[in-house]
Every structure is written in C-alpha cells, then in structure tokens.
C-alpha cells in the first residue's frame, strides 16, 4: 500500500479526534453552526480516501483475494452506517441544544474502526476465512464421511476416517453453540442428535480398527452415520427457524424493556436483580438475533443481502460494549446528556435490528417457516385446550405468542411474496388476508375476555374457538405454499440427553468447544470473519460506482430522503429554523459523501 494512501487514513482519522471541539448551537442567529464545516472537511477527506482506495483496487484486483474484497465492501457499508448516525447525533444536539460528547465518541470510534480495517485489507490483500458456518462443516462433514471405502485398504479408511471425525467434530461444536441459545426442546434435541452422530462415528473407528474389518458393517455404518447427521441438520434448522420466530416476534422488546426500566425514574435506584435480569435477556436476545443472522448469512448465496446482514451484524457488535453501560449510566446520573446518550444508541441498535430482520426475510424459505410457525400455534392450542378441559386459569400471556408469531409470519410472507411470486400467488394472498384478519380478532378477544380477575370459561371456550379458525386456516396457507406437506410435527422432539460413561468425555469437550464458539463469535470488529467470495463481476461494479459517482445520484438522494426520515411529521415542534438549516447543509454534505460509497442500490 502506498504512503499516501496511509495518510489520507491519518489525515481523516486525526480530524476525527477533533470532533468534540465542534459545536452546535450558538448564543445568537448572528453565528454559524461550525459542526457543518467540520463535517464538510470530514466528507472531503473520506471521499479523497475513497477515491485513492479505488484506484489502488484498480491496480491490484488481480492480487487482492475475494475475502479482501468482500471486507473492504463490509467495511465500506459500516463506513455509510456510522456517518449517517453521526449526522442523526448532530440533528439531536441542535434540537436540545448540548453536545453528546459520549455519543460522539461512541459513533467515531466505530469510523476509526472502519478506517482501520480498510488499511488491514489493502496491506494484507488476502483474508483468510476461518469461520465457516455449520451449514459448510455439515456438507464438509458428509463429504468425508461418504469417502470412507474399506475396500480401497483399511489404513485409507483409518486416514479418511481420522479426517471425517476431525470435520464431525467441527460440525457438532457449531451444533451445539447453536443449542446455547436455542430453545429448550431444541437445545435438548440438538444435543441428543450429536450424541447418536458420535457414537456411531465410534462405532465406525471400531469396526475399522479391527484386524478383519467387516465390509458390510463398515458401509452400513458410513450409511447410518449419513443418516445421523442429516437427521441433526433437520434439528438444527428446525431450531434455528424457531428461534426466528421467537426473536422476531419480540424484535425490540428485551431492550425497549430494559431503557423504559432505567429510564422511569421510579426505578433510578430500583431493584439491582431486575435490573440484571433485564440485562441477562438481552444479552441472550442479541445471541440469539446474532446466530440466526450469521445462519442466515451461511444459507445465503445472493452476495448483496449476504453483505447487507452482515453489516447489520456489524453494527449490532459494535454497540455490544456500549450499549448496556450507556443505559446503566442513566440510573446513576439521570441527567440530560446521559439521557440522550442512551437514546441515541437505543434508536441505532432498533434501526440495525428491524433491518437485519428485513433482509433475512428475503432468505428464509417460506414453507418451512410457515410450517414450523404452524406447529408452534398447535403446540399452544393444545396447552389451551387443556387448560380450558382442566378449568385451570387462563390469561391473555397464553394467547399473545399465538398473535405474535403470526403477525411475524404474515410480515415474511409479504416479503417473500412480493420477491418471488408463487403461481397460485392470488390463493396465497387471499390466505394470509384471512389469517392476519383471524388473528386481530383473537388480539381483541383475548384483550376483552382474558383481562377480568374472574375469567369464566365461557370466555375462555370463545378465545380458543377463534385459536383453532386460525390454526386452520394456517394449515390452509401452508398447503397453498406448495412442498410436500405431511400432517406431522417437524417439532423438535421433547427428550432427555442420555449420555454412556465412555462418551461423556468426549461429549463434554465438544460442549466447552462449543461454548468457545459462542463467546468469541465475531462478524467484523473483535477477530477475522468468513465472508462470500464475490463475483468479479460485481467487485467491478461496484468498484465502478464508487467512482463514478454522478451516475447513482438520483437514488441515493432517494435512498438519502428515505434514511433519514425527513418528513416534517417526524420533527420536533420546537425545532428552530437553525435546526432546519443544520439539517439542509449536513445532509447535502453526506450526499456528496454517500454517493461516493454507493454500493449496489
């Protein structure tokens, strides 16, 4: 990399270490808001970089690996992600009149970051991809497994079967880092199905092993094995789709929740085990949110939406270690600064979050999510008919998920629907017109009758009359999405791990391997990533549009428009016309800016 590459990144990253000397407001009309000339000179001196950057890509595309490229892309879309919230920052501090020092140290840190990482990649040229996703170590997994042939000579057979249990092994620590944070069932099928892989790969070694091995038991072993792991794949996607659905029905709650708590000022020195609790299902929330999109991110073979969840993955890790103690900061220094500070990192970490859940509905399948979300709602119904059999008492906390998970189901279908339209795409339609409207009902009933200190059962029969027209009605849908539907459950079986002594070793260390996985998981920030090699095509592209910049002006001005929410609705109704003006001259600057890191509209 050359030298003046290295110092337009200092040049913008030391003009980045002045930003908290740029000011907002002012005592009269008379002066100027010197954060737009500060931005300006931030614009200038990125956009320079970025033009450098594509001239160097130009002259080495030949050396630079398709890793590199793909997290140059990543980097770049942070790069946009960060400015625009940096602008939202400045919008704040204007309307309330204080600079949010933390936020802005908060959000240029995140840039430098970036910075950072586009040095790494044109000094490197060449990532590695060091963390492959389960669904590459399974077909890896099954490959080996299928090459094992006693017949081609038993010390072949031991190597192949040394390398097959070394990739099995890999396949069932991502398993299981899986099952940390799936569901229980789940988490107990998981791990039960990577138990019968294990022992049956042991089963193989032994019969291998033998001085004599058997050909016939040897192949139906390779078969079994097959069989296994194909049948522990079904358990983890069917985990993974209900761990979707779960997160997505209460995509913002955990930490709505856990702001209003140290928001309210009842709670300013309110109980430290609540507060933790709140904290704890957070955490787990983001996991889990994490997980599924990285799942998603292996599943995905479209490079622009695998891009785009990423980055919202990225922006969701960079707020890990911020977000909590900018919340936690609140409780012990309520004042305005603090405040604003948690509020503008709570609307950053909603934004990413609503959009990660976009784009992953453009990858799941239809039918499978259709499917589980129906087994979901039988799983409830059931309990209620129970209940309701039994007189037990019975509140609208039992009917909520029902209406959740259905409205999470309606809000991927239109999205799938409208990206690839079925054949009997009217049929689909009329279905999901039905379903939504059954399930508004059930959202009026439960709230009516399920909210009375005494409720009757009556009441209750009422409710679960209109759980099952919905349940009904989803199977309907589910037929009219087409694939083989059987009337069975694809539930995670309910089961208990057993374990025999000589495995419970092995199985243990898979489980701390799995825990490792988990914890240092990482999509840009903290350690190397995987990432889809992109098509030459594409790298070519998109490398063009960083250039030629005029040619996307129109849609990023549209794109631009929409991103910030412009609308005069949204805008406080004390907002100065200083204000107003700020937002003109910041967000024309960032156009500029923008359309120069435009990528793939």
């Known amino acids: ?36 000339p500060w931005f300006q000179d931030l614009c200038d001196k990125i956009a320079s970089l970025l033009l450098q950057i594509t001239e160097n890509v130009r002259k080495i595309s030949t050396s630079l690996g398709g890793q590199a490229k793909e997290k140059m892309l990543l980097y770049l879309l942070q790069l946009n992600t960060a400015l625009s919230v940096l602008i939202r920052i400045f919008l704040s501090e204007s309307e309330h009149n204080i600079i949010i020092t933390a936020a802005r140290y908060c959000i240029s840190k995140q840039i430098c970051l970036c910075l950072d990482g586009l040095e790494e990649v044109l000094v490197n040229m060449q990532m590695d991809d060091d963390t492959e996703g389960f669904v590459k170590y399974m077909d890896a997994a099954l490959e080996r497994v299928t090459e094992i042939d006693v017949e081609k000579g038993r010390q072949i057979a031991l190597n192949v079967c040394g390398e097959a249990r070394r990739a099995i092994e890999e396949v069932l620590c991502h398993g299981m880092s899986i099952a940390q944070v799936a569901l229980n069932d789940d988490c107990n099928s998981i791990k039960g199905g990577s138990k019968e892989v294990l022992s049956n790969m042991e089963s193989l070694t032994q019969q291998i092993n033998k001085d004599e091995p058997n050909v016939s038991m040897c192949n139906l072993f390779v078969d079994s094995c097959c069989d296994k792991l194909c049948a522990l794949e079904r358990k983890v996607n069917v985990a993974v789709l209900k761990l979707s659905l779960k997160v997505f029905s209460e ?51 479209d490079t622009n939406c695998t891009l785009r969840m990423r980055s919202c993955l990225a922006s969701l890790e960079a707020l890990e270690g911020d977000l909590v103690p900018a919340l936690t900061t609140i409780r012990s220094d309520p004042n305005k600064h603090n405040r604003l500070f948690a509020n503008t990192l709570k609307n950053y970490w909603i934004k990413q979050a609503l959009t990660l859940k976009k784009y992953i509905y453009c990858i799941i399948d239809p039918f499978a999510f259709c499917q589980v ?25 039992l009917v909520k998920p029902i209406t959740l998970q259905t409205k999470i189901l309606f809000e991927m279908l239109v999205v799938s629907v409208k990206d690839s339209p079925p054949e009997n795409q009217e049929t689909v339609k009329k279905y999901l017109t039905d379903v939504i409207n059954v399930t508004v009902e059930i959202d009026a009933a439960a709230d009516k009758l399920l909210s009375e200190k005494e409720i009757c059962k009556e009441n209750v029969f009422r409710v679960f009359k209109r759980c099952k027209i919905q349940e009904n009605l989803l199977k309907k849908l ?54 889809r090699i992109v098509n030459k095509n594409e790298d070519e592209n998109t490398y063009n549009a960083i250039g030629a910049s005029a040619q996307h002006a129109v849609h990023a001005l549209a794109s631009l428009e929409r991103n ?33 890191i435009y990528i793939k509209k």
Do not use: W
């Open 373 to 397: 979300t129906y087994e979901v709602i039988r799983e409830i119904n059931e309990e209620l008919e129970e209940k309701f059999k039994s007189s037990s008492p019975v509140d609208k906390d």
């Open 478 to 531: 589910l037929c009219s999405l087409g694939g083989n539907f059987a009337d069975k459950s694809v539930i995670n079986e309910k089961c208990e791990m057993r374990v025999a002594d000589s495995e419970t070793a092995a199985m243990e260390a898979l489980m701390c391997k799995a825990k490792q996985i988990l914890k240092d998981r990482s999509v840009l920030y903290r350690t190397p990533n995987k990432s």
């Open 1 to 36: 990399m050359d030298n003046e590459l290295l110092r337009k990144i200092f040049l913008c990253k030391e003009h980045l270490s002045s930003l908290n000397g740029a000011k907002v407001t002012a005592s009269n009309s008379d002066k100027q808001f010197n954060v737009v």
């Open 564 to 596: 910030f929410d412009r609308s005069a609705d949204h805008r406080h109704p004390r907002q100065s016309d200083n204000a107003l003006d700020i937002t003109d001259e910041l967000n024309y600057h960032y156009f500029i800016l923008y359309t120069l």
């Open 251 to 301: 995509c913002t709650k955990p930490l709505e929740d856990l702001y209003d708590f140290c928001a309210m000022d009842d709670n300013l020195n309110g109980c430290e085990e609540d507060f933790d609790n709140l904290v704890a299902d957070f955490d787990l929330h983001v996991d889990r949110m994490i997980q599924v999109g990285l799942f998603a991110v292996s599943c995905s073979t």
